[in-house]
């Protein structure tokens, strides 16, 4: 089959590999057929290299066609179409059974001490081949699948395998609706589905993001939008009686613009060989550190901070003064998806689509342009903000170019 897979740091091409097969009786082995990035995967596609070897197949937002099952899966058969959550999850462990699946017990990966194993998403989180390919194998498919119905596109329901609950989750955990005001961080595609979900559970809602499409596209849907400009945390403080908003949920993550101590760090860390870089990295690794810090300072007393944007440093400093003194709370984690989804499938599948999910992918493209699609969105050219992979479109024959007659000389 043809899947995308990582090369080095910012190179993802486009190769032949292995088939999945059926390798456990909870295993399922899916065809395809609509396959986001992700703002997770440019971490990889960034900074997250010493964990990775050239060839693993990534991605982690998929969606497909069931092709063949193991024995232990009984609640989809092939030929349903369905929805693959990121995290692999067994449902039934201690953990899971706390609706905390991102944990899961039996899937966690102790060689690295982190929690669920995830689609294709390094070595940290189990090197498990990922979902930006042909075909995919699903382990603990038994517990992970979602069937979905077949008469809506596949934008209605291919984000319930990831950026939907991850907002979703980043917003319960802001305390709305208890809380009034939330200020979102970051309005890529998580930051949009959470100032989204901000409004629709009465909350009053502030964006910011550097990116003016992004900002239009969030002012749509009502929120107030801001750049990142110096008087931006004084013009929110004064939009919230000089206190600050009750909340502040950060959508950007690790690479935060405007960090330069973090960026040198990671910048540096990155050129080394991945032997003295991985170490390097697990223990002593700073995070890009701006947004987070704004979150901090930005929110009021007793207020809460929801991190859904991803960190992954082992040492990176944090204003505990501030913290401690402003009795903040602070929550965060990798999405628990499957504890969310059954109350989310009725808002995706509502005709009024209250959430937008028909309104946020700016390109649909091949597979095999996944590496153009990684471009657009690392970069952010052409109004892009969520890239879907289509395995089932065929690219465009590239037409040769017509042989330019040199024109003849005249005298
Ligand atoms: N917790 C989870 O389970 C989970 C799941 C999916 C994604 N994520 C994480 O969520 C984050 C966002 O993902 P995305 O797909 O929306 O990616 P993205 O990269 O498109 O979005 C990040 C946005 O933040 C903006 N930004 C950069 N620096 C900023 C700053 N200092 N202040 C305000 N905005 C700033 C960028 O312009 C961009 O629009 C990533 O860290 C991703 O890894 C977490
Ligand atoms: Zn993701
Ligand atoms: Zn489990």
């Keep these: 089959m043809r899947a995308v897979t990582w090369q080095g740091p910012e190179h993802v091409s486009v190769e032949d590999a292995p088939d999945p ?22 971490h990889l596609y960034e900074v997250l290299g010493p964990f990775m070897t050239p060839g693993d197949v990534i991605g982690h937002e998929p969606m497909g066609i069931v092709e ?6 009984t609640h989809v058969r092939p030929g349903d179409r369905v929805v693959v959550p990121f995290t692999i999850s067994c449902g039934r462990c201690t953990m899971c059974e706390q609706a905390l699946p991102s944990q899961c017990e039996t899937t966690q990966v102790t060689e690295y001490g982190t929690g669920a194993a995830l689609l294709g998403y390094s070595k940290l989180y189990g090197q498990v081949p990922g979902g930006q390919a042909e075909y995919l194998r699903v382990p603990h498919a038994d517990y992970g699948l979602m069937k979905v119905g077949t008469e809506l596109p596949d934008e209605n329901y291919l984000f319930l395998s990831d950026i939907l609950p991850t907002a979703w989750q980043a917003v319960q955990y802001a305390g709305v609706p208890e809380h009034r005001t939330l200020v979102v961080l970051g309005l890529g595609p998580v930051g949009q589905f959470s100032a989204r979900i901000g409004r629709h559970l009465g ?18 849907y009502g929120i107030e939008v801001f ?14 009686q000089g206190r600050g908003p009750d909340a502040v949920l950060d959508a950007v993550g690790m690479e935060a613009e405007d960090s330069p101590v973090g960026g040198l760090a990671q910048t540096l860390v990155g050129k080394l060989p991945d032997v003295v870089a991985r170490p390097l990295m697990e223990h002593a690794g700073v995070d890009r550190l701006a947004a ?24 990176s400093p944090m204003p505990l003064l501030t913290m401690f003194d402003k009795q903040l709370q602070l929550r965060m984690g990798q999405c628990n998806v499957r504890s ?3 109350e989310l499938l009725p808002l995706v599948e509502d005709p009024a689509d209250p959430l937008g999910v028909g309104d946020l992918v700016t390109h649909r493209l091949p597979l095999e342009e996944a590496a153009v699609g990684y471009d657009l969105f690392q970069k952010k050219h052409d109004g892009c903000i969520k890239v879907v992979l289509d395995p089932t ?6 037409i040769a170019p017509t042989p330019t007659i040199a024109p003849t000389q005249t005298h």
């Design 292 to 315: 987070l810090h704004t979150a901090l300072d930005l929110v009021r007393r007793g207020g809460t901070v929801s991190l859904a944007g991803v960190y992954g440093g082992a040492a």
């Design 340 to 342: 969310w989804t059954d």
């Design 393 to 398: 479109i065929v690219p465009a024959p590239t």
């Design 227 to 240: 750049d990142l400009s110096e008087g931006t945390v004084g013009e929110i403080r004064e939009e919230t």
């Design 68 to 73: 063949e099952i193991g024995a232990g899966v």
């Design 21 to 42: 097969i059926i390798q456990q009786p909870t295993d399922a082995v899916i065809r395809v057929t609509s396959t986001a990035i992700c703002g997770s995967d440019l």
């Design 203 to 220: 909350a009053r809602v502030f964006g910011v993001d550097p990116v003016p499409e992004r900002r239009a596209l969030a002012e749509r």
